[in-house]
């Protein structure tokens, strides 16, 4: 499975951004898909993530109830908007594909997901 993320830039304090994953290789209804952030010096931080075959969304804590995350089965991409942005909100965006053999629990951390998108960088301003 091949990802190619893009969509990041520079944002104002309390602006919003749409990030997009494209998928190649595989299905993205047969796929759990996840976004993830890294913040320099900071450890990989789970964002969000959509299940396969349409079984729900989850998000981190720090991001509910400002960003959503979606999928278009006919472009074959997950999009991240992400509204009411802050500044701790600048990172880079990776997204990644997990196996519907994955483990629930791990869908939360990097172990549930075999493979990485290159990145995109968001940067909030205040």
């Known amino acids: 499975v091949q990802l190619q993320a893009s969509g990041g830039g520079l944002v104002q304090v309390g602006g919003s951004l749409r990030l997009s994953c494209a998928v190649s290789?595989?299905?993205?209804?047969?796929?759990?898909m996840g976004w993830f952030r890294q913040a320099p010096g900071k450890e990989r931080e789970f964002v969000g993530g959509?299940?396969?075959?349409?079984?729900?969304?989850y998000y981190g804590d720090s991001v509910k109830g400002r960003f959503i995350i979606s999928r278009d089965n006919a472009k074959n991409t997950i999009d991240l908007q992400m509204n009411s942005l802050k500044p701790e909100d600048t990172a880079i965006y990776f997204c990644?594909?997990?196996?519907?053999?994955?483990?629930?629990?791990?869908?939360?951390?990097?172990?549930?997901?075999?493979?990485w998108g290159q990145g995109t960088l968001v940067t909030v301003s205040s």
């Open positions: 959509i299940r396969w075959g349409g079984r729900g969304t």
């Open positions: 990644a594909a997990g196996s519907t053999r994955s483990i629930l629990s791990e869908l939360w951390t990097p172990r549930g997901y075999a493979d």
């Open positions: 290789g595989s299905t993205i209804n047969t796929l759990n």
